[in-house]
């Protein structure tokens, strides 16, 4: 019985002149999956993240959502039709407070500028994103302006931002990059605890270990395309995933 499909790219291809930064690449999420996807730097794994949010327009191919070809819509209308990211490089409203941060993303406060101006709307909206600091540990410090936080608490801001969204797929660009092994390790319990939340996650790592203990499959890129998918395993020691991360066959898989 076939599962139900979230995310499906075909042949996505993405050009910058005569740089080929995504060649034909083709992939799925389907429903209460989490995704790995690695590659050394430079693979082309946040210009995949890029292009499926719109923040870069495909140059050719195809991305469905739910069966629905997005891959020509506007990087705002493509989040409201349930697509949530955060990046490689954290980016907060650093002069907004902890709590404004999640606000910001409130799909009815987005809709509705005039509602949220009259006050309407905005208690639902403050309890929502009360709920989101506490499961990310960050309530007692949802007054404080999101500049004075911890490296660690901003990415966890940042997904709680990304989750107040109420997004379908998460998609979650190298999350624990600069954390410490006990914030990395919050940081899994985090995901485990959002994923009932959305339909599927895609997550960039270079954690290894982080990526095998969360993800249900995993996909290898390098140099814009894809190498490899399957089980932690088969990926990891696949001879040419070993060959892109250490630059030769080897006998023990990477991590």
Do not use: C
């Amino acid at each position: 019985m076939s599962r139900y499909r979230v995310l499906e790219v075909t042949e996505l291809e993405k050009s910058f002149g005569g740089l080929r930064a995504l060649d034909r690449i083709t992939l799925h999420l389907d429903a209460d999956e989490i995704v790995g996807l690695i590659g050394p730097n430079g693979a082309g794994k946040t210009a995949l993240i890029n292009t499926i949010t719109g923040f870069y327009r495909a140059t050719s191919g195809s991305i469905r959502l739910h069966g629905r070809e997005i891959s020509h819509l506007p990087m705002h209308q493509i989040g409201r039709l349930g697509v949530g990211r955060t990046f490689q490089n954290i980016r907060l409203l650093r002069r907004l407070t902890v709590l404004e941060n999640v606000l910001a993303a409130d799909k009815t406060l987005l809709r509705n500028p005039l509602r949220a101006l009259a006050g309407l709307g905005r208690n639902r909206a403050r309890d929502e994103a009360l709920g989101w600091l506490e499961r990310f540990q960050l309530a007692d410090k949802a007054d404080r302006m999101a500049s004075t936080l911890s490296y660690g608490d901003a990415r966890r801001l940042e997904i709680s931002r990304a989750m107040a969204g109420n997004p379908d797929l998460l998609l979650l660009d190298e999350p624990a990059a600069g954390m410490n092994e006990a914030e990395t390790q919050q940081l899994a319990e985090d995901i485990r605890a959002v994923r009932k939340f959305v339909k599927a996650i895609f997550l960039i790592e270079h954690d290894m270990d982080l990526i095998q203990d969360l993800s249900d499959r995993i996909i290898a890129m390098d140099y814009g395309r894809k190498l490899v998918e399957g089980t932690s395993r088969e990926v990891l020691r696949h001879p040419e995933v070993l060959k892109a991360y250490l630059g030769e066959t080897a006998a023990e898989p990477v991590g």
